[in-house]
Structure formats: structure tokens, C-alpha cells
């Protein structure tokens, strides 16, 4: 049978250590791999690839399809784009899953039976880093949520729950706010549910559910966010369970996978033997899950396990009152490889079944649904913070337009008409044009619209058409319309 080929990256600050070490674990396990190493991160930067990785090694990543890889270090300034996140997007890396489950009594924590893992989209939301300053006071980060992104994520943290033996899932969102995309999320996270019976499903309001978590952990099971909900969780999670440094995690696509550290590459210890490997040990369980060495991985992980409960520990968890040694990277690596074979006593035995596969996820296309213009959105600056002037004007520019205004707002609130005068303005008007009375609209029609309002010697920085889907709106009102 031939060998996995996994793509390697030794990273930067402490990586080079930590990864050393965990391979010195697979191979003593008996895991089965072969490797090419790649240089990613710091220097990769400043050999001027931007992103922090060259074109030739993209090639040997998507040729083997897995990354292992141990965390990099971006230099400061220069607008060096995030690795991680070009990597995840490149490769189309969806699912971001962090599983977090309390190491006590060795590991200080307030929540000794925390056993969770969180389910992160890893492409979407304001990750998709489209940002512009619009005028001289007001920026924006666009929030992209799709269908499709939505769907797959939703049924991989499903699927997920089915293999591991999870009882429960629970989606976390802002939806009584964001109705639309936050809203989507939601609404496919109740449909994909339905086809798990067996597995219960709950959602919570992002805040409350945050706040629950950080209470009451043990009452979660798998959770599934939206990108920005979920990268802060995550940490959080890990941070409840006792430290980041002790979190792997993977991502995974629908053909590449990475798995990793969550912490960072910690340059301020680099080379000084004192690094704690158990972050990229988590990593590399779930790679052997995943390239189909399940046994490998309970081995690896038991014998972690009772490394931790026998009171050996690296700097980072150390405690005189708990531990019973003080060790640097090489002797905990020395002591894992020792224990490889043994099972933990204090802490149940791990086992992973026989065999294992990665999970597939497939979204069908759906039927597209009848889209209707409604109208335009046009995005003013404007200096002269009275809305009644603007509206009053716009109104005067639009006569004869099959288009009328019908509200201004002012960072989301109505201004006009009949604004409250209490209501703070800034520079930035969102203005609505829509059908008059029994008019009927074209693209043309919101075009000519357009150069009326700039002939009135007004700025447009940006226009949004409004459309409806099957006759439901495809837009949110403004507060107070």
C-alpha cells in the first residue's frame, strides 16, 4: 500500500522545535507517511512573496493535498497579507475544527469536564477582507455570507457530530440584528438539522451563547459559527480549557487539508529548548485521523495523555502543586515516545475506531429564484450634516424619475423624514430611491438616477441595488422606516 505524501512546514520562532518533536512522535508510533518540506512564513515574506509562500511550493501543497504545518511568523508592516487565511482560501479550507477538552486536575480550570469542539466557517464573513474608507469619517468591512458557504459548513459540523458520536450541535448568531446574513445562516442550520434526527440541534443569540460558554461550557457539545464568531470562541474555548498552547486544530476543504498549533510562533523563547509541543500534537492527531491512522493517533494520544497525568510537564504548565517534573521540549518528546503503548489511569483511555475516513461534504444546486429590481440604495457623502437639506434636494433632483426618495439614513438610522434632531450624523447617507405609485424600473432608470444626483454637484461614493427573491425582500429596512 503506498505511503501518504504530506506536505511539511517547519515555520517559524519555536516551529522548527515543536515540529521536530512531533515527528520524532508519528515516526516512533509507527506512523506511515512520506514528506516534502516547504519554507513558509518569515522568510518566504521577505524573499518578497507577499502572501508568505512561494508559487513552486502552492504546486507541492495541492499535489499532496495535506499541510502539516507549525506556526509562522508575519513581519510587521509592509501590508504582508495573513497566511492562514490566504491558505484557507486558496485551498478552499471551509471547516476550521478546534476540538477543546479539559486536561484536570493537571491543567488549572474552572471547567474540569469540558469536552467540545468547535466548527468554525473559514472562508466567509468579514474574513473576506473587503474594506473601504468612504468618506473622510466612515469606513467599511463588507460581510459576505453565502448560501453554499453556509450549507457546507452547517452540514460538515452534522456529519461531524454523526462519526464522533456527538449528541447535540448548536449554531451561535446575531440574527435578531444582521437578518439577512446572519439570518441565511440561521435558517439553513434549522433545515440541514431536520435531516439529523438523531442529533440535537439549539442556537443561541452569539452574545448569550458566548456568555454561556464561558459559564457553563460542559452544556455544549458541537458548535458552528459564522468565520468571526468562531475565531473568537475558539480561543476562548481553549483559553477555559486551561491554555491556547495546548490546541490544535485542522481545516479542511474538499480536497486540502491543514492542520496545525492554534498558538503563534512565540519568538521570544525560539531555541531555548523550553517549548511546549502539545498544541502541534493535537494538529498531528487529527492529520492521522484524517490520512486514514486512527490507531496511530490513540497511541500518540495516550501516551500524551499519561506523560501529562505522571507529572511531566514544560514550563508553560508547570506547577509545583501538580507536577512532578519540570522538562524542555526534548525530554517531554523523550517522555511521550516512552509512553507510547501505555494508557492513562487518571484520565480515560482514548480510542479512535478502526478505520477513518474524511468526511465529504456535497451542497446540490438549488433552483434560482425570480429576482426582481425593487429599487437603489445610493450612498452620499455630504459634509452639510442637516437631512432635511439633502432630502429636500434629492427630492427636487429625482423629479420626472419613475424613482423616489423614500428614507435617508445616517449609519443605519431614519434621518429623513421626520428624523428626531437628537440623532448624531456623520459624513456618510445611505438614500433610498424606490418605484413611485404604479412606475415599473430599469437598470437604465437607476443609471439615469444616478447622474441627476451627480449634475446636483452631490458625491456618490457607492450605490446598492434592491432586489427581491420570489417576491421576499432582498434588502434590510432602515431602523425607524
Same mark, same amino acid.
Given at each position: 500500500?503506498?505511503?501518504p505524501?504530506?506536505?511539511v512546514?517547519y515555520g517559524?520562532?519555536?516551529?522548527p522545535e515543536?515540529?521536530t518533536?512531533?515527528l520524532?512522535i508519528?515516526?516512533a508510533?509507527?506512523?506511515?507517511?512520506?514528506?516534502?518540506?516547504i +519554507?513558509?512564513? +518569515?522568510?518566504?515574506y521577505?524573499?518578497?512573496?507577499?502572501?508568505?509562500?512561494?508559487?513552486?511550493?502552492?504546486?507541492?501543497? %495541492? #499535489?499532496n493535498?495535506?499541510l502539516?504545518?507549525a506556526?509562522i511568523?508575519?513581519p510587521q508592516g509592509? &501590508?504582508?497579507?495573513?497566511? =492562514?487565511v490566504?491558505?484557507?482560501?486558496?485551498?478552499?479550507l471551509?471547516?476550521n475544527?478546534?476540538?477543546?477538552?479539559?486536561l484536570h486536575?493537571?491543567i488549572?480550570?474552572h471547567?474540569?469536564t469540558i469536552d467540545?469542539?468547535i466548527?468554525?466557517?473559514?472562508?466567509e464573513?468579514?474574513? %473576506?477582507g473587503i474594506?473601504?474608507?468612504?468618506?473622510? +469619517?466612515?469606513y467599511?468591512?463588507?460581510k459576505?455570507?453565502?448560501?453554499?458557504?453556509?450549507?457546507?459548513i452547517?452540514?460538515?459540523a452534522?456529519?461531524f457530530a454523526?462519526?464522533?458520536?456527538?449528541?447535540?450541535?448548536?449554531?451561535?448568531?446575531?440574527d435578531?440584528?444582521?437578518?439577512?446574513? /446572519?439570518g441565511?445562516?440561521?435558517?439553513?442550520?434549522? +433545515?440541514?438539522?431536520?435531516?439529523y434526527p438523531?442529533i440535537e440541534? /439549539?442556537?443561541?443569540?452569539? /452574545?448569550i451563547?458566548m456568555?454561556?460558554f464561558?459559564?457553563?461550557p460542559?452544556i455544549?457539545d458541537?458548535?458552528v459559527?459564522?468565520?468571526?464568531?468562531?475565531?473568537?470562541?475558539?480561543?476562548?474555548? %481553549?483559553e477555559?480549557?486551561?491554555?491556547?498552547?495546548?490546541?490544535g486544530?485542522? =481545516?479542511?476543504?474538499?480536497?486540502?487539508?491543514?492542520?496545525?498549533?492554534?498558538?503563534g510562533? %512565540?519568538?521570544?523563547?525560539? &531555541?531555548?529548548?523550553v517549548a511546549n509541543?502539545?498544541?502541534?500534537i @493535537?494538529?498531528a492527531?487529527l492529520?492521522?485521523?484524517?490520512?486514514?491512522?486512527?490507531?496511530?493517533?490513540?497511541?500518540?494520544e495516550?501516551a500524551w495523555?499519561k506523560?501529562?497525568?505522571?507529572?511531566i510537564?514544560?514550563?508553560?504548565?508547570?506547577?509545583?502543586e501538580?507536577s512532578k517534573?519540570?522538562v &524542555?521540549?526534548?525530554?517531554f518528546t523523550?517522555a511521550?515516545i516512552?509512553r507510547?503503548?501505555q494508557?492513562?489511569e487518571?484520565f480515560?483511555?482514548?480510542?479512535?475506531?478502526e478505520?477513518?475516513?474524511?468526511?465529504?461534504?456535497?451542497v446540490e444546486k438549488?433552483?434560482?429564484?425570480k429576482?426582481?429590481? /425593487?429599487?437603489i440604495?445610493?450612498?452620499?457623502c455630504?459634509?452639510n450634516r442637516?437631512?432635511?437639506d439633502l432630502?429636500?434636494?434629492l427630492?427636487?433632483l429625482?423629479?420626472?424619475s419613475?424613482?423616489?426618495?423614500?428614507i435617508?439614513?445616517?449609519?443605519?438610522? #431614519?434621518v429623513?423624514?421626520? &428624523?428626531?434632531?437628537l440623532?448624531?450624523?456623520?459624513d456618510?447617507w445611505?438614500?433610498?430611491?424606490?418605484?413611485?405609485q404604479g412606475s415599473?424600473i430599469?437598470a437604465?432608470?437607476?443609471?439615469d438616477?444616478?447622474g441627476?444626483i451627480?449634475d446636483?454637484?452631490?458625491?456618490?461614493? @457607492?450605490?446598492?441595488?434592491?432586489y427581491?427573491?420570489?417576491g421576499?425582500l432582498?434588502?434590510?429596512?432602515g431602523?425607524?422606516?
Amino acid at each position: 500500500m503506498t505511503k501518504p505524501r504530506i506536505t511539511v512546514a517547519y515555520g517559524d520562532g519555536i516551529g522548527p522545535e515543536i515540529m521536530t518533536a512531533v515527528l520524532k512522535i508519528m515516526e516512533a508510533a509507527g506512523a506511515e507517511f512520506e514528506k516534502d518540506v516547504i +519554507e513558509i512564513g +518569515e522568510k518566504a515574506y521577505l524573499a518578497g512573496h507577499t502572501s508568505g509562500i512561494a508559487p513552486k511550493d502552492w504546486e507541492t501543497i %495541492a #499535489k499532496n493535498k495535506v499541510l502539516f504545518k507549525a506556526p509562522i511568523t508575519t513581519p510587521q508592516g509592509g &501590508g504582508y497579507k495573513s497566511l =492562514n487565511v490566504s491558505i484557507r482560501k486558496t485551498l478552499g479550507l471551509f471547516a476550521n475544527v478546534r476540538p477543546v477538552k479539559a486536561l484536570h486536575p493537571y491543567i488549572p480550570t474552572h471547567h474540569p469536564t469540558i469536552d467540545t469542539v468547535i466548527v468554525r466557517e473559514n472562508e466567509e464573513d468579514l474574513y %473576506a477582507g473587503i474594506e473601504h474608507r468612504q468618506t473622510p +469619517e466612515v469606513y467599511q468591512c463588507l460581510k459576505l455570507i453565502t448560501e453554499p458557504g453556509s450549507e457546507k459548513i452547517i452540514r460538515y459540523a452534522f456529519e461531524f457530530a454523526k462519526s464522533a458520536g456527538r449528541k447535540k450541535v448548536t449554531c451561535m448568531i446575531k440574527d435578531n440584528i444582521m437578518k439577512l446574513t /446572519d439570518g441565511v445562516f440561521h435558517k439553513i442550520f434549522d +433545515e440541514v438539522a431536520k435531516e439529523y434526527p438523531e442529533i440535537e440541534a /439549539d442556537h443561541y443569540i452569539i /452574545d448569550i451563547g458566548m456568555a454561556r460558554f464561558a459559564n457553563n461550557p460542559e452544556i455544549f457539545d458541537v458548535v458552528v459559527l459564522p468565520n468571526l464568531y468562531g475565531d473568537i470562541l475558539s480561543d476562548v474555548a %481553549a483559553e477555559i480549557m486551561g491554555s491556547v498552547g495546548l490546541a490544535g486544530s485542522s =481545516n479542511i476543504g474538499s480536497e486540502c487539508a491543514m492542520f496545525e498549533a492554534i498558538h503563534g510562533s %512565540a519568538p521570544d523563547i525560539a &531555541g531555548q529548548n523550553v517549548a511546549n509541543p502539545s498544541g502541534l500534537i @493535537k494538529g498531528a492527531l487529527l492529520m492521522l485521523g484524517h490520512i486514514g491512522q486512527p490507531k496511530v493517533a490513540e497511541k500518540i494520544e495516550n501516551a500524551w495523555l499519561k506523560t501529562i497525568e505522571d507529572g511531566i510537564h514544560t514550563s508553560d504548565i508547570y506547577s509545583p502543586e501538580k507536577s512532578k517534573k519540570k522538562v &524542555g521540549t526534548d525530554e517531554f518528546t523523550k517522555a511521550v515516545i516512552e509512553r507510547l503503548g501505555q494508557k492513562p489511569e487518571s484520565f480515560k483511555e482514548v480510542t479512535y475506531p478502526e478505520e477513518s475516513k474524511p468526511i465529504q461534504i456535497k451542497v446540490e444546486k438549488k433552483p434560482l429564484p425570480k429576482k426582481t429590481l /425593487d429599487g437603489i440604495d445610493v450612498f452620499i457623502c455630504e459634509e452639510n450634516r442637516n437631512p432635511d437639506d439633502l432630502g429636500n434636494k434629492l427630492r427636487e433632483l429625482s423629479e420626472g424619475s419613475p424613482l423616489e426618495l423614500v428614507i435617508i439614513t445616517n449609519r443605519g438610522v #431614519k434621518v429623513f423624514p421626520d &428624523g428626531n434632531p437628537l440623532t448624531f450624523c456623520t459624513d456618510h447617507w445611505r438614500c433610498r430611491f424606490q418605484p413611485r405609485q404604479g412606475s415599473t424600473i430599469t437598470a437604465k432608470d437607476l443609471i439615469d438616477l444616478q447622474g441627476k444626483i451627480t449634475d446636483g454637484s452631490l458625491e456618490v461614493i @457607492k450605490t446598492e441595488n434592491l432586489y427581491r427573491f420570489d417576491g421576499e425582500l432582498g434588502y434590510s429596512l432602515g431602523q425607524g422606516q
